[in-house]
Structures are given as C-alpha cells and as structure tokens.
C-alpha cells in the first residue's frame, strides 16, 4: 500500500464555484489536514480568459494556460470540472477518466443526461466521479442517499431543489404578488439569473432530481421521459385559494419507487400541507425530505446554491477521494454506485401517476354549476375532498372579462392522472366553464 | 490487500435498537450486498436472558450465551455494543478493541463521559469506533460532521436533541397546558419512559452535544464541566409570555467555537424566534442546525430514537467499516477522528456565556416598579430590547397569592451572564419583588 500525503488537484473552470473552491483549499489547508491528515494542494486552475477580475486571485504558477498542462501532469490526481454547459465538460472528463484521473464536478445537467455514460467509463477504469455540488449545494445529501441510509430502501425522496423558484413562490405566498412582478425584483436581488429559463421552467430541478433517483434507486433513467413543469404560469390566486385549503405551493421534485423497477420522477408546482416541513422552506433555502422504510422521514435542510456552500460540497469530495487515493484505493470504497441495480429505471408514464389534485374552473355565477361539474367528476370515480367557490373578486386573477366568472376550486382525493385529464376535458367540452382548467398536483398522504 | 467479503458481525444487547438491527440486517441483506457488494453475517447476539420474548426473535444458532462465544470467536469482526449503562459496555469495548474487533454503540452516555479513554486506545490499536445511533437516532449527524463538514469551522451546533422533552414543550406550546399535565400523556403515549429524569433534566441532550462538540471541535471535555439545566421548572406562563414576543421555547443544546481552542458547551431551555427553523421542529422530532463558516447554515431533520431509525443509523456503521476491513483498511480511512486538535477542549464558564435573556419578576401592581427596576439594569449596562407588564391573569402562573402580583418581563440585548445574574440578584434583595426571577436564556443573534 502506498502512501502519498499530498495530493494534487486542479481545477477546471474558474467561476462562482471555482472561487470557492480554491479559496477553501488555499484557507482550510490547514485545517483539512488536521482533520484528515492530507495536505490537498491545488496545483492548477484553467479558465480560458485570466485576464478577468477574480473573487479569489490565484498567482501566476498555479494559472494553466491550456488543458494539457493538467492532463498531461501525472502528478495531478484529482480534477475539479467546473465549466458547465455538455459537450466540452463531457469530452474533458472522458479524457481524465481515460488518463487515471479523479473526478469532482457539479454539474448537474451533465451527470443527468450523461451519467451513463460517464459513470460506465469511471467503473471500467476504477475512476472515482464526486458529485455532492451537483444537488442542493451545501446539503450532504449524496453522501446520506449513498452511506448513512445504505440499510433503506427508499420509498420516496422529494424536495425543493431550486432556489430561485423558491424565491419567487414564497414571496407571491407572502406577499400576494404576480409572479412577473417577483422574478423582476428577483433578478434585481442577484436570486433569479438574467435568463432565469432552466429555474423557471423546472428543468435545473429536474436534473437534481433525476441524479438522486439514479442513486435512490439504482438505475440510469432517459432524462427526456422525466415528467417537468415549470412555475411559469402559475397566478397569485391559486396560491391564495391553496392557503385557504390549507396548502402552500412549492415547486416540488419528486421519485418515489415502485415494484419491479418502476420509478416515478416528477418535477411541478405542488400543493403541500402547510404544516408540513418542506411547506416551511422559504426563500432561497433547499430542503429534501426522504422517506426510508427504516429511518422514516428525514429532512435535509441548507443552502442549494452560492460560492462558498457548494465549495464546500466540492472539498468534502476532494477530500473523500484524496482520502482513499492516499490509502492506494479506488472506487472499490464507494459503497453505494449510481447504478447499484445494474438495469436502467423503469420511468412511469404520467397518465399513469396517482395523487391529489387541485382543479381550479371559471364557471359563470349560476345555479346548478356545481352539481354538474360535480357529476361529471362522478362519472370517473373521482371523489372531491373540498371544494371553494368564491364571489366575484374583481383583480384577484388574470384574463379579460373575469369579474363575470368566480373560480371554482375542486379538491380530490387520491385519482389517477389518467381519469382527472379525462373528467376535465369532459368539463371542459361541455361549456360549463370558461378558458382552461388549472390544475395543480397535491403532495398530501392520505391513508 | 486481503479481499474477504463476507463480514461477521455480533451484536451484545438485544433491546429495542438490538433487534431493529437484527432485523435489517436478515431482512436487508440482499439490498447491503447489491449497494455495496459486501455482505454482512450477523453470526451471533448476545442477551442475558433468552427467555424473554422479542420483537423480532432469533434462530438458536445466532444466540450467544457467553460473551466468550463473541469475544473469542477470531472470525467476528464488528461488535455492536448496544446495552447501555457505563461500567459494563466500558469494559467490553476495551476488551473487544485490544482483541483487534471493530465497535459499533449508541451509547451516548459512555462516549460523553469515557470518550478520551476509548477513543484514544481505538487509535492505538488501529480500531474503528462508529456512533452514528448515539447522536440523534436516524439524522447522519456524525458523518455529516466528520466527512460533509470537512472544509469548515463549525461556528456553532445547536438543536433539539432529545425527543421526550420537545413533546413535551410542544404540547405545553400548542395546546396551553401544565408540565405534569403534558408528561403524564406522554408516559402513556410512551413518548417518556417511566423513568424519564435523564430526558427531563438535560442530561442526555447533554451527553449528545458533548460528543458533537467534540467532533466539531477536535477535542474531548470534561462532561461534568458542561452547563446542563433541564424543563423541569417550566412554567406554562412563560411559554405563553415568550409566544407573544415572538419566541418558541425549546430545549436547545448549543456547542459554540471560540479562539485558542475554547468552546462554550450548554443544555438549557431556549426561546428561538418562532420563525427559526428549529422552533417549527415539533413533538418527539430532533433536529440539528450547523453554522459552518463556509456552508453557511444547514438543518438535519428526523427522528431521534426509536428502534428502526436508530437501527439504520447502526447499520450504516457497519456497512461503511465492513466496507473498509473488506479492504484491509481500519482507523486511517477516517476522515475527521474525535480529537483532531490533539488537545483537550477548554469549555468556557457559565459566568462568561453571552447572550440574551428572558427574565420574569412577579412585582406588585405599584407605579414606579418598572422604572426602579429598569434602572438597575442599565447600572450593570444591560440594555433592554422588550418589556412586558402583564395585568392580573389569575391562574395563569403558579405560586400562592399570585393574583397580588403581576408578571414583568425584560427581553434583554446580548449581555453576560455574569451581569444578569448581579443584576438580579440586586433586584431580588431590593424587595421589588415577589420570589425568584425566572431567567430563560434566548438565542437570537442579533447584528
């Protein structure tokens, strides 16, 4: 067994993360080493323009000034990809893992649609790929699906994983604001991106979400089937009526496992019981909450995102990897791989999935709309749990000539998605209502 | 490297964590070998008496009727201590380690007041100790601290660490009621054993933030050093007074860092903005929030005891060091060992805690007190954030003739505890008042 004390690691990409990570290294050197008796040293960053401002300066010699300088360094066992984006980081990481090389990145998009791919590779050439940066930031929730909980099967694992939507849906709960008024201020505020798309429309959710069901359930997943919708359409007025039910909006992600495989993934606006602890996550704050069939339901509760807290998510990683490659070790000490099942997941289809569901209609202000609309749900076997019909509340949502149609709120009990499309387009058809239905699906246990 | 897949395990102590164990260890094994391709054998479990019934019964080859049977036996590797007590499980570790076995326990108790000596003889002997069931049941604390946490300085650790107790001030909290009231339910719920005195008084919360403070903090202290005051004295009045300052009362264990190796370590009765995370943490759940000075705020979230999230916690710990012994590795593969500062922690005293404060005084309904009152604390330089006078509320508080006298609250600044406690006493000789004060430490950080 060889022992090497010092460890060399480069870093590839100099961002906001990146940043963060060499000033971890730089400043906690000496404290990693007391704790772990390694002496991590960044060898080398690369970044394509240095001759930009940087958070965290680097001097001269630890600048590369192109990829070869650290692939070609045989000392350096441990490269940090922080680029973002597909292709390039995709090719880079081959090529380390093909040379010998470690790897931590967090890139969540990349380990979502190229895991496979990736971790394949890695297994082959006894590689070890870090990732606890990819998902909520500074909460260890790697580490927990893939060593604390080794002893759980996981029934179902579900959070928020997006903090600029948290942002925004907390403040239009709060606040009664429209959602455009709050990604504006958002945006002035540094929590929303100047082009906000893969926060908005669920997809940055989606890929966290489809890496911890991989290691929840052991199996690659196609990432196109992972069912997303964004919080772009969604009006103040469900928020309000939700409260009123109760339930507070979160932009949730969602797996939950079945039998033989199957796995449902989901990302959406969700209405939760507002006592319940993800209900209470506010702001730009993450929070996951699984559900194993030994430990019950914990909760894991931090920052998603920011310099410094995925920084450290990204050191914990070099560390883990340092640790083992300083004991002549390779990815034989992991203890849980992405693909532990050795078959890919079985994604459910949406039609197929089973919840609760908030049904809001615009019905004109007539006797016997209820009962109708009530029948038709019947038809279905779609039993109601409560329903809110309002008075005219003029201003209270959007569209033309509103103020001559009240809202209509059906809430269900557990139907399938399959029979509720069925039984809204059966409403819909039928010229009870006005426009469309909105729909939102309810995260609520019922026995 | 010698490669021995199949890892014996023994367990002395069949309780409730004991059998939890066992049962996901027979039942789960399939699942442990698939994740981490090491299969764990429970080959034998010792109890002092087999007569008895058991949740989850055991075949007669798996029972041990000595502990020779275990200690002897050269091909079991692991033992799991889970008996409880302190001379006994003493004892049994130090024979287990110096015959090279591997040790697993829960006991919280044992690790907060003979840590130094385990721990230290563990090290000698290149033995691994894993307590990740002693702190906090199914929440992966320990490793977080150990492994997630590696690149910070744990700024402060502080939670809800025992879940009798916070059953018990969330009932006192939510529905008004009495401490006897409330702990005489939750004897019958079997939220409190029947003899709950370590969960009321602080203590075992106590024994769990010592061997967090530890962890955190790279060294051992000296247990009966530690400030512990438990619920005991609680009166339903001020919960209710705190409520409308906007405070939730819990009991908090808080480990804070400080230079030059001093660390502030104190189990008490705690008002926490009714909006912090921790106050939303309700009945018999713990929660754990870290300040790291890199990851910012984070919050572990589950269930502290009990036999299956407890047992999932134990399991972890087998798996991750079967995991290393398959590798012939022991201690070395540990991240962060319990005194890695390599000297002993110098806790802070009780005079010298800084923080604020709740203080009640009962004052007859008299022009004048107030200001009499105030003005000696301004003499020590305590300066005051709130105040409450209360008129009279007849039953509302305990104590005869109370109806003569009213409650007056003080929510002071930060202030030493060294000033409040002079303050106080000068107002209790000055004959303002009726009995004692009651003093509630608050833990608001104010900028």
């Known amino acids: 067994m060889e022992f090497s004390k010092e460890i060399n690691v480069a870093i590839v990409g100099y961002g ?4 963060g990570v060499a000033k971890i290294l730089e400043e906690e050197k000496e404290l990693i080493l007391k704790r772990s008796g390694i002496k991590i040293n960044l060898k080398k960053v690369f970044t394509r323009n240095w001759n930009k401002k940087f958070p965290y300066p680097l001097p001269d010699e630890k600048k590369a000034y192109s990829l070869d300088e650290i692939l070609d360094d045989k000392d350096i066992d441990i490269v940090v990809e922080l680029v973002g984006g597909l292709d390039f980081p995709y090719k880079l990481i081959k090529e380390c893992i093909n040379r010998g090389k470690h790897i931590i990145t967090a890139n969540k998009h990349l380990l979502a649609e190229k895991g496979k791919e ?55 709960y709060g606040k009664g604001k429209n959602f455009n008024e709050v990604l504006k201020e958002a945006q002035e505020l540094g929590y929303a991106e100047a082009d906000p798309t893969l926060d908005i429309n669920g997809v940055d959710a989606g890929h966290k979400i489809a890496i911890l069901a991989s290691l929840s359930y052991g199996g690659f997943l196609n ?45 959406h606006p969700t209405f939760i019981p507002s006592e319940h602890p993800l209900a209470k996550v506010d702001g730009v704050f993450n929070a996951i909450m699984i559900k194993g069939n030994n430990v019950g339901e914990s909760m894991f509760y931090g920052k998603g995102a920011g310099s410094l807290p995925t920084a450290s998510a990204v050191v914990s990683d070099i560390v883990d990897i340092a640790k083992s490659i300083s004991l002549g070790i390779g990815r034989e000490i992991e203890i849980t791989s992405m693909n532990w099942e050795h078959k890919d997941l079985n ?33 279905y076997n779609i039993s109601i749990a409560a329903v809110i019909q309002k008075e005219k509340v003029v201003g209270l949502y959007n569209g033309a000539n509103s103020s001559d149609f009240i809202p209509l709120v059906l809430l269900t009990h557990t139907a399938s998605e399959n029979s509720i499309q069925k039984a809204i387009e059966k409403v819909e058809s039928s010229n009870l209502t006005k426009g469309k239905a909105k729909v939102i699906r309810v995260e609520d246990e019922e026995e």
Chains 1, 2 share one sequence.
């Open 223 to 267: 990432f196109s089937d992972v069912y997303i919708e964004g919080i772009e359409d969604i009006e103040k007025i469900d928020i309000q009526l939700g409260k009123e039910l109760g339930y507070t909006l979160k932009l949730l992600a969602i797996a939950k496992g079945y039998k033989n495989n199957e796995v449902e993934v989901r990302v």
């Open 16 to 19: 906001v993360v990146g940043n």
């Open 347 to 379: 994604l459910k289809k949406v039609s197929d999935f089973y919840t609760r569901y908030y049904i809001r209609f615009m019905v004109p202000d007539t006797v016997g709309i209820l009962s109708k609309i009530a029948g038709i749900f019947a038809e």
């Open 118 to 172: 990736i971790f394949t590779l890695a297994e082959e050439k006894n590689i070890r790929i870090g990732f606890e940066g990819a998902v909520a930031g500074g909460i260890p929730i790697i580490k927990a699906l893939r060593e604390s909980l080794v002893g759980n099967r996981i029934e179902k694992i579900y959070g928020i994983l997006n903090g600029t939507t948290n942002y925004i849906l907390t403040e239009m």
